[in-house]
């Protein structure tokens, strides 16, 4: 290789992402891959993404995570390992706990001897659904299974990490890579699609954000090199599923005669009341103050959306107004 070509190289980080073929993992695979060299790991769900490496591993064998982190080294290492329906984590909740906590246990222990950055994905679940705004610094009191292996996780990486950050989020929607495990956004599209009815969740109110809005946050993070944070990421307004689902059709011009209002089974754990409606707003002041950023409304990340799945190229960018970053 000459001078000339030498200068045309550009260095690449390393990411590994624990848990590639997870709906979060997958499509921060597929944001990253363009600006890191991105190692993707998988147990029992083999994965193929262009231009991504994919490899085996059990987060749960302390060897084989070892293994991944001294064979690439990551600069970053992203942790997407778990179950993440709260459904699912009442039900096998000793496979849960393993999973979101424990598994997360093994990498933040070897993300520390080989001076790897664990960036972690949490979510408002770790709060207990109360009419309030939630903050940073708000104690967490999750009112299910999922919610406190999550809080046990951000605890567990705050007390004992020396390099991390911590996004908590809202509702995270898109499409996923396993087809045998769609998202809700997927259900919903392919039932409106087909035209059938879909009866809808309007007692669970949340903020619901494009996957890729999560990719641009983070990128932001790690190009200025953030340390030992963590930050509210979501929607600057909430809306419950039905609400959600009403505004998917005007952006995206399906029926809304086609969805109807109905309560879905919480899994509370005991003790824990419901009342009529749950929420779970993330207060932004930190986010939007700190990375000097304007985080979108539910229906202006849905026009994101559209953008994006429909090949618009222009809405991948993203406007600026001096340093801020504005998202739409």
Known sequence: MNKKN???????KTLVIFGVSSFV???????????YKVIGTYNKNPVSI???????????????????????????????????????????????????????????????????????????????????????????????????TQAAAEFYIQKTSLNYVIFRTSKLYGRGINSMKPTFFENLQRKLKLNQPSNVDSFLQTGFMDVAFLGMV?????????????????????????????????VFGESADLISKAKWALPVMQGS????????????????????????????????TYKRLNGDESSKGKSSKGEGVQFI
Request: proline share 3%; glycine share 6%.
């Open 6 to 12: 030498e200068d045309l190289v550009i260095y690449r």
């Open 25 to 35: 993992g997958s499509s921060l695979a597929e944001f990253f891959k363009k600006d």
């Open 50 to 148: 262009p231009g991504v490496l994919t490899i085996p591993c059990d987060v749960l064998v302390k060897e084989e995570v070892q293994l991944v982190l001294f064979a690439f080294k990551p600069e970053i290492s992203l942790y997407c390992a778990g179950i993440s329906s709260i459904q699912d984590c009442s039900k096998y909740d000793d496979r849960a706990e393993a999973l979101n906590t424990s598994g997360l246990f093994n990498v933040a222990e070897y993300c520390h001897r080989y001076k790897s950055q664990i960036c972690y994905i949490s979510s408002s679940f770790v709060f207990g659904g109360e009419n309030r705004s939630y903050i940073e610094m708000d104690i967490p009191d999750p009112n299910t299974i999922y919610g406190k």
């Open 218 to 250: 983070m990128k932001i993070c790690f190009d200025k090199g953030v340390q030992n944070r963590l930050l509210q990421v979501t929607t600057s307004d909430t809306m419950n599923h039905y609400e959600f689902a009403k505004t998917y059709c005007e």
């Open 273 to 304: 009341g419901t009342g009529s409606t749950l929420r779970y707003k993330l207060d932004l002041a930190n986010i939007e103050g700190f990375l000097n950023i304007e985080m979108p409304t539910i229906k202006e990340s849905l026009e994101f």
